[in-house]
Every structure is written in C-alpha cells, then in structure tokens.
C-alpha cells in the first residue's frame, strides 16, 4: 500500500468523523495540559524549587500553543496564528529544557534563555510569513520539543529503579517525544488531527499522574527518613538522658570527695541545705547534723546580715569575694582560719550560695611541700648538670690511669699507686651514677627476671668484701620462687644499697663474725625480700628520715645519703615499696615488696662487662683502621693511646660533622663515637652513616657520659650497637674492639675458604 492510497483510505475515514470532534480533540489535549500545568504551578508553589517553575512555564506555552491551534483549525491561512503555534512550541520546549537542566543541577544563566526565545520568536516570525512549505514552518520546532521531551525522559531513567513514578514519566516524557518528532508528518485529515491531538492528551495526563506518583513517594520516603531520625533522636535522647545521670552522679561523687568544704546556703533562711565530707571534717560534725543548721553558728563574721535577702547576699559576696582570712568555729567551738569563695547557684529553684572553704593551716602545709618539691627539682637539675659534666673528666682521670698501671718499668709502690687512682675514680663514678640517677630517673627497662639470682649475682660480687669485715651471710632465699617483671640493674642497685648498709653497720669490732641475713619468700600477690643486721639500729628520731635525699647518719666521705631514697624511687617505678623495722640495739631489716608480673625474656639493653683476661697485642691489628669521635680531648687522647698500642691506626675528630668528612676521605673498620656532641651529636651521625654505608653503621660503639633517657634507650635498643657509660674499663672497650675485629676476620676466612 503506498502513501497516495493511505491518503484515500483516510480521507474516506474522515468522512466518518465531523470537523467538530478534532477541535473536541483540541479541547481536551487543552485540559489534560492544563492539568499538568495546576500541578506544575502547586509544587512550584510548595517546593519553591526552581526547575517546577521551569517547567510549570513550558506546560502554559504548550497549552498556549493548543488554543492558537483550535484558532488555527478554523483559520488555517492567518500567518498571525501560525507564528504563535511556531513561537509557544519552541519556547516551551527552551523551558522544558533549561528545567530540566537546573533538575540536573547544571543551572544555566538565564541571558541564555532570553536569547533562544529571541530566536525562537524571529523565526516564527520568518518562517509565518515568509516560508510556505509545511514541513519546513513545523517540523523544527515540534523536534526542539520532542528533544526535550526525550532528554527530560532520560533524565529520570536514572530514578526508575528507586521510584515507580520515575518510570512512568520516563515512559510518558519518552511517548510524546515520539508523538511530537511523528506529529508533524501525519496526514492532514480529521482522523489523524484528532487521533493526534487525544493521545497528546492521554499522555499529558499520564505524565501528571507519573509526576503525582513520583513526588508521593518522594514524600513517602522522606516520611521515613524523619520516622529514622525521630527513632534515632529518641535512642540519642533517652542516651542522653543516661548520660546526664552518669554526669549528675559524677559531679555528686566530686562534691562529695572534693578536698576543699563545700557549704550550699539558702540565701533567704541562711541554713546549709547540701555539704560535703569535707565539709563535715572541717567543723566536726556529721552531714546529717549539718544539713539544715544556719550557716551564721559556723561563721559568725555573717551575723551583721538583715533578713533583706539583697543585704544579705551584699554580705556575703563582700565576705568571700576576695581572698581574705575569715574566721569559721567547729561543731565543739573551737575557732579555725579559714579562706573561701563563693558563688551564686540555684538550689532547688531557691537562691543560693556555694561557699567552699579551706582551712588556712592545710594550705600552709601544701604551699611548704610545694616549695620542698620546687626546691629538690630546681637541685636536681643542678646535681644531674654538675655529675654529667664530672663523667667525662672522671673519664679521663680513670683511663689515664688504667694505662698507667699497665705501662712497663713501673716500681710496685707506684703501680699500687696507680691502682688506688683507679679505685677512687671508681668510687668517684659510682657517686656519680647514684646522683645522676637521684637527679634523672630513667625509665625500667623491664623484663622476666629471677629475683633469687640476682641476689646471688649480688652477694658473689661482694664476697670479697664480707671476707674482710669479717661477715658471715646466711641466704634465706624461697625455692621455686616465682618470677617478675623488673629492670635487673636497677633491682640489683637496691640489693647492692641494702647491703652495703648492712656491711657498714656492723659493730667495728673486727673479733666478732657478723651476721647478714638475705631472705625471699612469696607474699600473695608480691615477692618480699627482707635485708636483716646486727648492727646498733635505728634510733626513732632518724627512723622517719632515712628515705630523705642526702640524708645520711655516717661519717663524711662514707655515703651520699642517697642510696635509700633511689631504691625507694625505684619501687616506685615497679609499683612496690620498702619499709624498714629496727629497735636501738638489736640491727635492722629493711623489707622490699615487689609485685609478681607476667611477661617474656628478653635480652638485657646494655651491655655487660665483658669477662676475660686483658687484650694482648695481635700483630694484625695494623691492618685495622679505627675512628675515634668525642667533644673531650682527653678521652680522644685515651682512647687513641689505649687503640694504638694494640697497633690499631687510629684516627680522630671533635664531632659527627668532622668525623662525616673522615669518612669521606678515608675507609674504617670501626667507630667509636659519644653519643652526646656539639653541632652534629652521635644518633644524627649514626643515620647519616647508615644512609652511606649500612654495613658500617653496624660497627658503631657509643659511649655516653649521662643516664639513658627513654628516647636515647629506644634509639640504642633499635640500633642494636654495643654502648658504654663514661667512665669505663679501657680493657673491656679493648676486650669489646678486639672480639669484634677478630669476629669479622674469622667470618672472611669461612667465606673464602
């Protein structure tokens, strides 16, 4: 069938339907728009959202273009009516896209809109009065339309999953699309006006009720959002709720344990209607007996105030607004100096005042220890300065003269000489040590550790010692006894202190075996070890002052006075404690608590001295070259004179930045460096090498003049290097220096063999 015979068969249909019925068609295409556009208008109108309005404007050019199209059926010829079909067709379908776009939130300006209208309308206008062939005046406008009927369309494609109304006007905007790019080509009969123009109003009204559908689930949705949050709301309301119980309870249990007395006073009757156990400790009486009573018994500075309630509050914010001295009597009526502040609060919907009160001796008492606190820190930091800066000559003077008893030709009388240098500079560092440890606790590097061998480790270093005073110790030390969590050095610095008080409080009669009784034993949940004498013990008026700082009962140039208040900073640290108990003539016995902990071995931080004969001289020493880097000349010049006499080729330099510039220049096999130096310090040359030569960073000894703070701990124990405390034994760097090369001579001999 081709289209002239289409053409027949439905001008014979038309014949079937009057001329009326296709401005019928109109009419209703009309309403359905109109529809459309009332519901446009009232979401615009309730949403205030701009793309409704949009839209809302494109629907009423739209339903514009269907009256000019009823004028149009009966006027067919009248240019005027064809521009304004033209016109209202392309400047709804400019609305329905910029809508669409602000929907998309791609707004666009509105000078934009204004010049597509401007257009739209000029070439209406053209095409009206100046173009004839149908095609040509219609089909561009009505494709603007129907492309913005798709775009809309394809718009809310991207909703249908999440909405059913999305996919009816997906469906609706996509259908009279294709209606509006059909339109255009159909037959100008009756038949297919008015067929046309009652499906653009079906799909008018199909896109209203997808729109409808669309925004009640919209509002549905967000009716169930809301329901969420008010449940959300409700659950973080009744939290809160707790919350303000825990607080309330919280801030009761402060009141009630607050240090300063706490009074709340009625301003109207002056009676304490809330107070604290403070409160009750300051004047001597229960709360009970004190809640109701009139503030003006406790402090009768008050009794000028009037029954005026602004006199009587004009009284009290002159009584406790400054710092003032006041005058408050116990229950009994004994008299106290005090000091308070007040404030006004709410006390049961009533007025009121809260008064808090401290007695003025307390404070006298606090400000004294406060100032004893002040004082021990300002001399700590005065000892730990002054002992750090004597480690390094004490360094010196006992190196020189270790080299010293070693040197040949020496006569006996000076050798023993010697040998009494280095004993005192011993006793000198281990002073030292006691103060910089008093002045600088370092953190406990603690591990699994047994008590009852650390006890022994200490009684076979001082068997010696008990042989010459004439000492017999008896152990009394638990089998099986559990091990603990502890720093070994530091609990073996307690055992050392203990006893070598024990030791110096035996009688002076050296005829007499003394006796020392070293015991442990498990005491629930803690280890105790008890340190028992026979000296002439402890008389009660020094008895409370024994764990001062520099307190000391013995001869000058016998003790520092520190050895106990150490073990007792300590204990601190390991959460224990020591306490003694004596009588004047029967010795004492200091007992030391420790609490049984879990934990896993591991490998002690520092390094012990090392054990062995002295290092004799190995003729491949020469072959090794060594670099030396302190800030302290004389250490340098022991270090390089002890290395060099071993026959190792020793080089120097004053800091990391000059030893960096040595190993530019030159290849060693070993650094010896301090770890504290002016400009570039050791741990900053370490990493420096360690980025050059990671093999060479590995044989880094560090020498350190101070205690080991925790950051200077963690950066040793990440390195892994040997380190060593100024002063040391020159045989144990020599014994140290000498395994390491000879480690690594061995280690090449396997590897080219």
């Avoid at 520092?560 to 020591?578: N, P």
């Amino acid at each position: 069938m081709n289209i002239d015979h289409l053409a027949t068969v439905l001008d014979s249909l038309s014949l079937v339907f009057p001329p009326d019925w296709v401005r019928a068609a109109l009419v209703l295409a009309l309403l359905g728009t109109l529809v459309v556009v009332g519901l446009f208008s009232y979401l615009n109108h309730h949403t205030r959202k701009e793309y409704f309005r949009l839209w809302t404007i494109a629907w009423v050019y739209y339903a514009v273009f269907l009256l000019a199209s009823i004028g149009f059926s009966r006027q067919p010829e009248n240019p005027i009516l064809v521009m304004l079909r033209l016109a209202t067709l392309g400047i709804g379908a400019l609305y329905m896209f910029f809508g669409s776009l602000e929907f998309e939130e791609r707004p666009r300006p509105r000078r934009e809109l204004s010049l597509g209208v401007l257009m739209i309308v000029v070439w209406s206008a053209v095409a009206a009065y100046q173009v004839r062939d149908r095609l040509w005046v219609t089909v561009p406008m009505f494709t603007l339309l129907a492309t913005a009927c798709i775009y809309t369309a394809a718009m809310y494609a991207r909703f249908c999953r999440k909405y059913r109304g999305a996919v009816l006007l997906t469906s609706g905007f996509a259908l009279w699309g294709i209606h509006l790019l059909a339109f255009p080509f159909l037959p100008l009969t009756q038949i297919t006006m008015a067929t046309g123009y009652l499906v653009a109003a079906a799909l008018a009204l199909f896109i209203a009720m997808g729109m409808m559908i669309q925004v009640l689930e919209e509002a549905h949705q967000r009716n169930e959002t809301l329901a969420v949050k008010v449940k959300e709301n409700t659950e973080q309301s009744q939290q809160l709720q707790e919350v303000v119980g825990v607080t309330e309870q919280r801030l009761r249990a402060l009141f009630d344990t607050a240090s300063d007395a706490t009074f709340v006073v009625d301003l109207e009757t002056m009676q304490v209607t809330e107070a604290n156990q403070a409160a009750s400790h300051l004047v001597g009486t229960q709360i009970e007996s004190l809640v109701g009573r009139s503030f003006i018994d406790l402090c009768p500075a008050l009794r000028r105030h009037s029954k005026s309630l602004v006199s009587t509050k004009k009284v009290l914010e002159t009584q406790f607004s400054t710092p003032t001295q006041f005058q408050m009597h116990r229950g009994d009526g004994t008299p106290i100096r005090c000091i308070g502040q007040g404030r006004l609060v709410q006390c049961q919907m009533r007025p009121a005042i809260q008064i808090t009160v401290r007695e003025v001796t307390d404070r006298s008492h606090l400000e004294q220890q406060l100032r004893e606190a002040e004082r021990l820190s300002a001399l700590g930091q005065l000892i730990a300065s002054v002992a750090h800066e004597l480690n390094n000559p004490l360094a010196i003077v006992a190196g020189y003269s270790q080299l010293l008893t070693k040197r040949p030709g020496l006569d006996d009388r000076t050798r023993q000489d010697f040998q009494k240098v280095v004993a005192e500079s011993e006793r000198a560092a281990k002073i030292v040590r006691n103060l910089l440890t008093f002045a600088r606790p370092r953190d406990p590097d603690k591990r699994q550790v047994d008590i009852n061998q650390l006890i022994n480790n200490v009684l076979a270093e001082r068997a010696a010692e008990f042989q010459a005073n004439n000492i017999r110790v008896e152990k009394r030390l638990a089998t099986e006894l559990p091990k603990t969590s502890a720093d070994p050095a530091q609990f073996e610095q307690i055992i050392h202190n203990l006893v070598s008080n024990a030791i110096q409080a035996q009688p002076a009669n050296q005829d007499k075996v003394g006796r020392i009784e070293v015991s442990t034993y498990e005491y629930g949940a803690y280890i105790r070890i008890a340190v028992a004498d026979e000296g002439p013990g402890i008389a009660p008026d020094v008895m409370p002052k024994i764990f001062e700082p520099f307190f000391s009962t013995r001869l000058p140039g016998h003790g520092t006075g520190l050895g106990l208040t150490i073990c007792r900073a300590v204990l601190e640290e390991h959460h224990g404690k020591i306490w003694v108990q004596s009588e004047l003539g029967k010795g004492a016995k200091f007992f030391v608590e420790l609490p049984i902990i879990g934990g896993t071995d591991e490998l002690d931080a520092e390094p012990e001295a090392p054990a062995g004969d002295a290092v004799e001289f190995d003729p491949s020493a020469s072959q090794y070259r060594l670099l030396i880097v302190d800030d302290e000349p004389g250490i340098v010049d022991v270090l390089r004179e002890s290395l060099a006499r071993h026959g190792y080729s020793v080089d120097t330099a004053g800091n990391g930045a000059e030893a960096l510039r040595c190993l530019a220049a030159n290849r060693y096999d070993l650094i010896i460096t301090d770890l504290r130096m002016p400009d570039m310090d050791g741990e900053k040359m370490y990493h420096a090498v360690f980025e050059r030569n990671p093999a060479l960073a590995k044989r880094i000894i560090f020498l350190t003049g101070d205690t080991i703070s925790s950051a200077a701990r963690s950066f040793l124990d990440w390195t892994g290097n040997r380190w060593f405390s100024k002063p040391f034994q020159i045989a144990d760097l020599e014994k140290v220096v000498h395994n390491f090369l000879r480690a690594d001579a061995e280690l090449l001999s396997t590897v080219i063999r």
